[in-house]
């Protein structure tokens, strides 16, 4: 098997210490009460996260041949999230039923994870015996515990809406300020051209394989907004009736709307004709130049019809980030090839825990001028989730078996690791799932 250089696991080691202190930092300021409590079917009690994230490395260990604990800690039996190959899969919705492991018995068991990969790096380190593979799904694992971050934040927020009181929230242990808006977005739509264009991860680091391999698609020249839909722009497609008018819904989501009674994005209230929510801030008024958050793909393209406008795909979304035209090249972020800064984007290492206003990052346009593009909110496309030509899986049951009726979001949100998103990253949800922090931006055809 292919080596890898043996400084690399010096790198490794440092990405797995900063994400478990990332995770644990998350989970802190959590009661016990609070950390076992599952708020929804779609989501997960924060602890289990906590344990499911350590088991998926408990499972590279054993992929490698080393034993974990013996099933002295915990029962594993409860963590297996989907893998079919592991065996006992106790369903997501049962998640919060079981609360096992305990807090403790989830803390030691992390202790005594960390501590056995530490020592497994330790001595690869020494054999000088650093594979691509194990490279590959030792940074996987990571990545994977990025992912478990995100969610768990959305877990936290739908469960704390469920208190009225203001106070009664988390309370991440980093909170900044808001950043200030330099200036007003000017503009409505860019240009982009069309032509043939390259889809897909083609820079250094890590990639996902469903973002490989890269490779040719043709796209007729379109127009894209050059910042994503803003709450104030929402309020005035439901204030027109939107969310009554058939006209403007794909027929699935007319029925889910109707069968769900939904009139506004999720956690908005309407108090005295004032639309009001709770975040992690505490309950405030919608902020009207925020861009949209927690809505479907069913609200998104009702929104994009009534404006005569549509969700663009993601290779028209990728391509308004990702190419640059004067290099005549992509890059890996709209700005570059840099990781975001706190001047690029509002991920999750900015701590604002909150979408920013739109115009308030104008270091991190793309070259035709898109703002936003990484952070913030979850971008919905209309492209199916699906497998790109000549796929080829890098580890079974990771992206592979999800490629049916799920549609692709681009760009990371708020909560998103600034060393997990890139133009190239995929992610996929199905069209009526509004807990993520998703928004969209429109895009038109010319004609």
């Known amino acids: 098997m292919k080596q890898v250089e043996s400084y690399e696991t010096d790198g490794l080691r440092k990405e797995f210490l900063h994400v478990r202190q990332t995770t644990m930092e998350l989970f802190e300021p959590l009661s016990i009460e609070d950390a076992v409590m599952q708020s929804d079917p779609f989501g997960s009690p924060p602890n289990w996260h906590l344990a499911h994230v350590t088991w998926f490395f408990h499972k590279i260990l054993e992929e490698y041949g080393l034993k974990a604990n013996d099933g ?37 068991y992390r202790k005594d994870i960390e501590k056995r990969l530490l020592k497994m790096l330790e001595r690869i380190d020494k054999e000088d015996a650093l594979t ?53 977005v000017e503009g409505d739509m860019v240009t982009i051209p069309g032509g043939i264009y390259y889809l897909g991860f083609n820079g250094s680091g890590f990639s996902y394989d469903n973002e490989l391999p890269e490779h040719k698609v043709y796209l007729q020249p379109y127009q894209i907004d050059i910042y994503p839909v803003t709450n104030a722009d929402y309020m005035t497609f439901i204030s027109s009736g939107g969310y009554g008018d058939y006209r403007f819904w794909l027929a699935d989501g007319w029925d889910f709307i109707s069968q769900n009674n939904w009139k506004a994005p999720l956690y908005w209230e309407n108090i005295d004709g004032q ?51 004067e290099l005549q090249k992509k890059t890996k972020y709209p700005w570059g090839d840099e990781l975001p800064t706190e001047d690029h984007a509002n991920v999750l290492e900015s ?17 035709y ?34 490629s049916i009726n799920q549609k692709v979001l681009r760009g990371g949100s708020f909560a998103t690791s600034k060393n997990q998103i890139r133009n190239s990253y995929r992610n996929y949800f199905k069209p009526h799932e509004r807990i993520l922090f998703s928004g969209f931006r429109c895009a038109k055809d010319l004609m």
Not at 351 to 367: F, L, N, V
């Open 72 to 108: 002295k800690v915990v029962n594993s039996d409860y963590l297996n999230s989907y893998y079919q190959r592991y065996k006992r899969i106790l369903p997501k919705s049962e998640r919060g039923k079981f609360p096992r492991p305990t807090v403790n018995q989830t803390l030691e």
């Open 132 to 184: 691509e593979k194990f490279a590959y799904d030792f940074m996987l694992a990571n990545q994977h515990e990025m992912q478990h971050q995100e969610l768990m934040i959305y877990d936290l927020q739908h469960y704390f809406n469920r208190y009225q009181d203001p106070t009664d929230n988390y309370s991440p242990k980093y909170m900044k300020e808001f950043r200030k808006r330099n200036k007003v």
């Open 275 to 325: 639309w009001y929510k709770k975040d992690f801030h505490g309950i405030a008024k919608v902020p009207p130049e925020q861009p949209v958050t927690n809505v479907s793909y069913y609200e998104a393209d009702a929104y994009a019809r009534w404006m005569g406008k549509r969700i663009p795909t993601e290779a028209e979304w990728e391509k308004a980030s990702s190419w640059n035209e």
């Open 351 to 367: 701590w604002i825990w909150s979408a920013s206003d739109i115009g308030t990052y104008p270091m991190g346009k793309s070259y």
């Open 369 to 402: 001028g898109c703002h936003q593009m990484i952070g913030d909110v979850w971008e919905w496309t209309s492209s199916e989730y699906v497998l790109y030509p000549r796929f080829k899986s890098r580890f079974q049951e990771y992206t592979d078996k999800w």
